[in-house]
């Protein structure tokens, strides 16, 4: 069975910003870089217009604040479509059959709010919401009502937890299917596609929208195997 961190080491991110030729392996070297693009783009002195240099993109903006959170959602939306890319690498699964001239499309951005317990706080950037909720799990793994049922991970799998956002209460088995839950509040995803660029909160998700375009042929899945 493949680990995440082993497909990750399979194709480098690329970025797609104008005629960029930046390439790494690393995530956050990826998201830096990206982020120098928004530091040192032009704008429209006449219009005051930003212009979205993204291939395939044409989106624009008058607000600064929306533009960075736009861009910083390419490279998000880049990360995970690369480590779909890479799972192809690794795993016998289909490719995508869908119009890639969309691989690049992404849905209309406002600011991420967090609804854990009583946090309220506001964040621009899906990664800073994401760490941000993820800690809230942090928290609760290290909380005393836990920590007493169980001394080691093994243990925590036994532990039943209620999940605190707002509106919410549902009880699961573990922290770690809290985590897993979670994910349906913050709209985490996981994994792209990188021919049409649909995201995905689960690797089966993404490998079930592949094998159900195959029409009229074999396909061995051997996921499982490997």
Same mark, same amino acid.
């Given at each position: 069975?493949?680990?995440?961190?082993?497909?990750k080491?399979t194709?480098?991110?690329?970025?797609?910003?104008?005629?960029?030729?930046?390439?790494?392996?690393?995530?956050q070297?990826?998201?830096?870089h990206?982020?120098? #693009?928004?530091q040192?783009?032009e704008?429209?002195?006449?219009?005051?217009?930003m212009?979205c240099?993204?291939?395939?993109?044409?989106?624009?903006?008058?607000?600064?604040?929306?533009?960075?959170r $736009?861009?910083h959602?390419h490279a998000?939306?880049?990360t995970?479509?690369?480590?779909?890319?890479g799972?192809?690498?690794?795993?016998?699964?289909p490719?995508?059959?869908g119009?890639s001239?969309f691989?690049?499309?992404i849905?209309d951005?406002s600011?991420?709010?967090?609804?854990?317990?009583?946090?309220?706080?506001t964040?621009?950037?899906?990664?800073?919401f994401?760490?941000?909720?993820?800690? #809230?799990?942090?928290?609760?793994?290290?909380?005393?009502?836990?920590m007493? #049922?169980?001394?080691?991970?093994t243990?925590?799998?036994?532990?039943k937890?209620n999940?605190?956002?707002?509106?919410?209460g549902k009880?699961?088995?573990?922290i770690?299917?809290?985590?897993r $839950?979670?994910?349906? #509040?913050?709209?985490?995803?996981?994994?792209?596609c990188p021919n049409?660029?649909?995201?995905?909160?689960?690797?089966?998700?993404?490998?079930?929208h592949c094998?159900?375009?195959?029409?009229?042929r074999e396909f061995?899945?051997d996921?499982?195997s490997?």
């Amino acid at each position: 069975k493949c680990t995440d961190a082993q497909i990750k080491k399979t194709v480098k991110i690329e970025c797609e910003w104008k005629k960029c030729t930046f390439e790494t392996l690393d995530d956050q070297t990826y998201l830096s870089h990206v982020s120098e #693009h928004f530091q040192s783009m032009e704008i429209d002195e006449e219009e005051e217009l930003m212009s979205c240099k993204w291939d395939l993109c044409q989106f624009n903006t008058l607000n600064r604040n929306d533009f960075f959170r $736009h861009l910083h959602y390419h490279a998000y939306h880049t990360t995970l479509k690369t480590f779909g890319y890479g799972l192809y690498q690794i795993i016998n699964i289909p490719v995508c059959q869908g119009d890639s001239k969309f691989r690049n499309l992404i849905p209309d951005l406002s600011d991420y709010f967090c609804y854990w317990d009583e946090c309220r706080d506001t964040f621009v950037t899906i990664t800073e919401f994401i760490e941000h909720v993820n800690e #809230h799990i942090c928290k609760l793994s290290n909380n005393s009502s836990i920590m007493k #049922h169980s001394q080691n991970e093994t243990k925590m799998k036994d532990v039943k937890v209620n999940c605190e956002w707002s509106g919410c209460g549902k009880l699961v088995q573990n922290i770690f299917e809290l985590k897993r $839950h979670l994910r349906v #509040h913050s709209q985490q995803k996981i994994i792209g596609c990188p021919n049409c660029g649909q995201l995905f909160s689960t690797k089966l998700l993404f490998i079930n929208h592949c094998i159900r375009q195959v029409v009229g042929r074999e396909f061995k899945y051997d996921f499982l195997s490997q």
